[in-house]
């Protein structure tokens, strides 16, 4: 080792080193490989994967007939009287989640920030475990638990989404909020303004543009949410879709799978420009 | 002296009939949105809903805790890591060639200028092939696959597989694309083939960046591969299904206790490993 570290200094050439070896004990990073192969072995071995089922001649061609059944969608207008609402509900959904989640996140992410060195900030601990809570249960659970207090429906979906987004969007604004710069509420607070009109003008306006794009960019999640949540019985594309796909209806669940890209598009698309005209 | 101090006048909010604008016309645009969602908040509080709900949270103290039911959580919990480490694994196999076929650095004609037309065409394709399969949400993969072949885990595996395929190929396709392609220009140039310019040039240049992003994904599809029990994959979400069914708070307390505590120990984890091999 100390030969290698302090090469003579009369060599005229570089020292040539052997390539270090593979593994070391001394190297963390060798070890996390070792340990994640062992994850990925010991998931294979223990899970009873039926392969030979699934890649059975019948299953094969059952998956080939549906596929080529989905490529022909339904599209009269009978059903598409039917595709329309089920598709604005979606996007109901997502805009009412998203909006009510950025009500709430806002009401969280005040305590949950520590805006200045002086600020105590109490409630700082306890709200950011609400907020990582509300976070760490996906959607689709939440629509499940809620299906109980708020019925089949939209609402329940909705619910589902406005909880799960709280706590993203209430853990970003407080980051956000922490992260902004300190001067004009310094200058406030120097001369005795309170705590609520330091946020609404000093604070609220530095880091409105980022809670926007924070919004906007929960919204694009939540759209996607939103149209499968329904798998579950809270409304929208997707109650369609697992209706449609458990009757083995091929044409109509093509018909909702494509309602459900291309509204993805599209919410995708005004995001985008909503992105756009805030930058300018 | 006085023309400095604020008088009455100026306290005025000169934006103040701008805000009242703004938020008549967001009211005027939530309106249908409300209506739509069916969104009656009133209606939890209604008494054929509350007493139910209640009921059911009353039901989540105390959690069930007796060793068998711990054991079935344990057995089911695990199955979920599984599943999803599974699914990850799969999807890397999927997402690595077709990332390779996807990376303009990596093409001999292109080096000249315009890229041919032939190998051109091939990576508009495998991109499109990862736009569709990262497009279908793993929920939708495991609905056909389990009324193809029915209720278990390899419908779970399979899911994960297919759209997490999809997004590690195009993610890494664009991480592979992004950084400095002169070392690995330079080796083709030289002679070297495609692959041993990937592998000595392109690949450890950008390893530490794709190794932290399967991390963050193996950490997103745990939590994925719970919510696909929903829908008869297997695991914790299946078990959760069907004690939210039978209206079992204590059940559904245990599991969705030792469902936050395991993303939360993914989370660590990830962290830990991302600053390990980062």
Known sequence: MKLESAPLKTAANEVYRLPPPIFQARCR???????????????????????????????????????????????????????????????????????????FGLLLALPAAKTHPQDRAVWRGPSRLLLNALRSVPELMWAALLLIAAGLGPFAGTLALAIHTTGVLGR?????????????????????????????????PQVLPQLLSYILYRWENNIRAAAILGVVGAGGLGQMLAFHLGLFQMAETSSVLLAMILLVLLVDAASYAARRVMSR | MSAVLPTPASRRDPAWWGRVFWILAGAVLLWPMLVLSEFKPWQLLAPDSLTPALKFVAGFFPPRLDADFLLMVARETWRTVAIATAGLALALVLAAPLALLSVRVLSLSGMAGRMAAGPAAL??????????????????????????????????????????????????????????????????????GRLQAFFYGLLPQNAAELTSYTVYRWEC????????????????????????????????????????ALVAATDRMSAALRKALG
């Not at chain 1, 059952?62 to 996007?91: H, Y």
């Not at chain 1, 992260?179 to 604070?203: C, H, K, M, T």
């Open chain 1, 29 to 103: 990073a060798c070890w996390s490989v070792v340990l994640m192969l062992l994850l990925v072995v010991a998931s294979f071995w223990s899970l009873e994967l039926q392969w030979a089922r699934f890649f059975s001649h019948e299953s094969v061609a059952r998956m080939g007939r549906f596929l080529a059944e989905l490529l022909v969608p339904r599209i009269d207008a009978a059903f598409l009287g039917k595709l329309l609402p089920a598709t604005l509900e979606t996007l109901a959904m997502s805009v009412v989640g998203t909006l009510v989640a950025a009500v």
């Open chain 1, 172 to 204: 970003l604004f407080a980051e956000a909020i922490e992260n902004a710069p300190d001067g004009p509420g310094f200058a406030l607070r120097v001369r005795g303004v309170g705590e609520g009109r330091i946020f609404l003008y000093a604070s609220l």
């Open chain 2, 221 to 260: 599809a745990i939590r994925s591969s719970a919510v696909l029990g929903f829908v008869g994959a297997g695991g914790l979400g299946q078990q959760m299904d069907a004690s939210m069914k039978m209206f079992n708070g204590s059940e559904v307390s245990t599991m969705l206790l030792v469902f936050v």
């Open chain 2, 123 to 192: 990576r508009v394709g495998v991109r499109g092939l990862l736009v569709v399969l990262r497009s279908v949400p793993e929920l939708i993969w495991a609905l056909v696959f389990v009324r193809v072949v029915g209720l278990g885990v390899t419908a779970g595996v399979l899911a994960i597989a297919l759209t997490y395929g999809g997004m590690l190929g195009k993610v890494y396709g664009e991480i592979l694309e992004s950084g400095d392609a002169h070392a690995t220009i330079s080796l083709m140039r030289n002679g070297a």
